[in-house]
């Protein structure tokens, strides 16, 4: 069985900085990918980045490009999502989640099939 949890949120101040962890377990990594996600409050579930299984294709939304950098760790089965210079907008629930790596739908929650639970971010201004 697939399972996927975060950890790592909480309440940082503007410009702060936070590590998000995903472990993952149930699935060898080859041929996946693993995104994050997050949900605001009355917003729909947004593309915030992403990393292949060998950690050659990582891909970023435009908001966290510069700010946020996504890593692995294969060994431990972990995937990392570094936040730094932290926003008030980055506010929401964060989550991870796998896909069968597809470049054409990977921006696209529909296309991931395992996801976490989701970890709360709260940025403070």
């Known amino acids: 069985q697939v399972q996927l949890v975060e950890s790592g949120g909480g309440l940082v101040q503007a410009g702060g900085s936070l590590r998000l962890s995903c472990a993952t377990s149930?699935?060898?990594?080859?041929?996946?990918?693993v995104g994050w996600f997050r949900q605001a409050p009355g917003q729909e579930r947004e593309f915030v980045a992403a990393?292949?299984?060998?950690?050659?294709?990582?891909y970023y939304t435009d908001s966290v490009k510069g700010r946020f950098t996504v890593s692995r760790d294969n060994f431990k089965n972990t995937v990392y999502l570094q936040m730094n210079s932290l926003k008030p907008e980055d506010t929401a629930v964060y989550y991870c989640?796998?896909?069968?790596?597809?470049?054409?739908?990977?921006?696209?929650?529909?296309?991931?099939?395992?996801w976490g639970q989701g970890t709360q971010v709260t940025v403070s201004s």
């Open positions: 989640a796998t896909q069968v790596y597809d470049s054409a739908t990977l921006y696209s929650a529909r296309s991931y099939d395992y």
């Open positions: 149930g699935r060898g990594f080859s041929g996946y990918l």
């Open positions: 990393i292949t299984w060998n950690g050659n294709n990582i």
